[in-house]
């Protein structure tokens, strides 16, 4: 029997996607016995809100993340799934074992997550500390990523977005050249 990788799902809107997002990764890769890390950026909301870039833009920059260890992985995309992580499953190849990556800013609505009870019995949870937020509550199968060496930030989307709309830089919070292209696209501007 061969062993089977140990995917770290990644799943989110990357609108944009930032420098947190690569330490947040790294340190799973550090600290965890996940081979490699998915990166997986949704196909979009239902109503679509006004400050989401369209799902071309925000797939171009997520794959301006680079880091060994990690791919971009288009399946909700490709199969224009709504967003609820349970609807991934089923298109989640066989030959791995998966676990999902989420910050802890999203602990306190995890409840509102679809079928949240029947998708932890089906996938285990890496939560990762944000500052700012607590680490609870923490449901059967969610595990907090902890290490004496682990470094947490507030970098945050909605925050370098905010900086764009107010023509602040935000070169030392994303790649330079996701700063690029937000600028040549005129993304997140007011």
């Known amino acids: 029997m061969t062993n089977k990788m140990k995917i770290g799902l990644f799943g989110g809107v990357f609108n944009p996607p930032h420098l947190g997002h690569l330490m947040v990764t790294q340190q799973i890769l550090d600290f965890t ?9 949704n ?6 809100k006004p400050h989401v870039a369209g799902v071309a833009d925000r797939l171009a920059m997520t794959r301006m993340l680079v880091l060994a260890k990690t791919r971009v992985a288009t399946l909700e995309i ?8 349970i609807d991934l499953l089923p298109h989640l190849p066989k030959e791995n074992t ?16 679809g079928q949240w009870e029947k998708l932890l019995e089906k996938l285990p949870f890496l939560v990762f500390p944000r500052n700012g937020y ?27 977005r905010e900086r764009v709309k107010n023509n602040l830089s935000i070169e030392q919070f994303v790649p330079e050249e996701i700063a690029d292209y937000i600028k040549k696209r005129n993304l997140y501007a007011a």
């Open 134 to 160: 607590p680490n609870v509550p923490l449901y059967k199968n969610m595990k907090l990523l902890e290490h004496e060496l682990l470094i947490t930030t507030n970098i945050s989307a909605t925050r370098i």
């Open 98 to 113: 998966y676990t999902f990556i989420m910050g802890a800013d999203w602990l306190a609505s995890f409840r509102l997550w």
């Open 33 to 41: 016995d996940i081979n490699e890390v998915w990166f997986l950026p």
């Open 78 to 85: 490709d199969k224009k799934l709504d967003g609820n992580t």
């Open 43 to 48: 196909y979009g909301q239902h109503p679509p």
